[in-house]
């Protein structure tokens, strides 16, 4: 069971309409279904702890309820880390392409257990703005509208789309320019998120 360590160069054409365009794209089927099971069973093994909010970290259930892992070598697997090579590909992609002067990638595993959310929210903190996009990569098998736990975009003051988190599906957009939450679902809700960085 493998990761293609290169994205499909039509995808990619996609990707950067998108987000040339836009600003956000929702790319289904980016990851095989085979895989995404693999991985949804590596993240409901794992140990993963509470997620807290700004810095320094602190929880809040007001705010989130998600558990999460921060990947690195020493406790990712071997698919892990080939995800994490396909978002180098993509990384240099969009460089190459956009000019975005991403310098890194970073990641964690994610768990929303049953009712848990996260308030609307930028990914880009006032103190640190080296987040650029933000990535979203989901975990979870034959999904339904009525599970709930979309992903909110918010586009301007009265509009927003919601993206259903079927597993394979990745999500990016800009992490200064869009206000998101996660709203509850009726099962564990599971992802790889992640933001490409510019230098510190």
């Given at each position: 069971m493998k990761v293609s360590p290169l994205p499909d160069p039509a995808i990619l054409e996609k990707i950067t309409e998108l987000l040339t365009s836009q600003g956000?794209?929702?790319?289904?089927?980016?990851?095989?279904?085979?895989?995404?099971?693999?991985?949804?069973?590596?993240?409901?093994?794992?140990e993963l702890r509470r997620a807290g909010v700004g810095k320094p970290r602190t929880v809040n259930n007001d705010i989130r309820g998600d558990h999460i892992l921060w990947l690195d070598a020493s406790n990712s697997?071997?698919?892990?880390?080939?995800y994490l090579k396909l978002t180098e590909h993509l990384r240099l992609a969009l460089n190459?392409?956009?000019?975005?002067?991403?310098?890194?990638?970073?990641?964690?595993?994610?768990?929303?257990?049953?009712?848990?959310?996260?308030?609307?929210?930028?990914?880009?903190?006032?103190?640190d703005n080296h987040r650029v996009l933000s990535s979203v990569l989901y975990l979870n098998q034959d999904w339904q509208t009525?599970?709930?736990?979309?992903?909110?975009?918010?586009?301007?003051?009265?509009?927003?789309?919601?993206?259903?988190?079927?597993?394979?599906?990745?999500?990016?957009?800009?992490?200064?320019?869009?206000?998101?939450?996660?709203?509850?679902?009726?099962?564990?809700?599971?992802?790889i998120t992640g933001w490409f960085k510019s230098r510190s």
């Open positions: 956000w794209a929702v790319i289904e089927n980016f990851v095989p279904r085979v895989v995404i099971t693999q991985l949804a069973q590596e993240t409901r093994q794992q697997s071997k698919l892990q880390q080939a190459r392409d956009m000019r975005l002067g991403l310098f890194e990638f970073e990641a964690h595993l994610a768990h929303y257990p049953v009712g848990a959310f996260y308030r609307k929210h930028l990914d880009s903190f006032q103190q009525e599970h709930g736990g979309q992903l909110r975009l918010y586009l301007n003051s009265d509009k927003h789309v919601d993206v259903l988190p079927h597993g394979g599906t990745l999500v990016l957009f800009f992490s200064d320019q869009f206000w998101h939450e996660v709203l509850p679902a009726t099962r564990d809700r599971l992802s």
